[in-house]
């Protein structure tokens, strides 16, 4: 599966943005999915996943709280809502598919990473 996300830009501190993901060439079914970011000389690190009964899902400590994550399995997409934005979420963010949840917080994925979404936050 293949997936492409989308909705960066360049935001105030404080500031929204709502990240979108879509798989191509097949559906996320039955897999959980989540969001990843990367900032540059660093390791791409969990952010946020969300299982395919969008029953249960997981946050990294620092964005619990202003992100949420949810998934519509009808249209194949997935997305990741951010509020109170803050300079250390800079990063290009990428989606990822995986077993469970609990793989894709420990940085299993079996999707290609695919293009990322920049966002910059600024002070």
């Known amino acids: 599966v293949q997936l492409q996300a989308s909705g960066g830009g360049l935001v105030q501190a404080g500031a929204s943005l709502r990240l979108s993901c879509v798989a191509s060439?097949?559906?996320?079914?039955?897999?959980?999915v989540g969001w990843f970011r990367q900032t540059l000389g660093e390791d791409r690190v969990f952010v946020a996943a969300i299982d395919f009964e969008a029953e249960v899902t997981k946050y990294a400590d620092s964005v619990k709280g202003r992100f949420t994550i949810t998934r519509d399995n009808y249209k194949n997409t997935i997305d990741l809502q951010m509020n109170s934005l803050k300079p250390d979420d800079t990063a290009t963010y990428y989606c990822a598919a995986g077993p469970t949840t609990e793989s894709l917080e420990r940085g299993r994925v079996i999707s290609s990473w695919g293009q990322g979404t920049q966002v910059t936050v600024s002070s």
């Open positions: 060439g097949r559906a996320f079914s039955p897999y959980a």
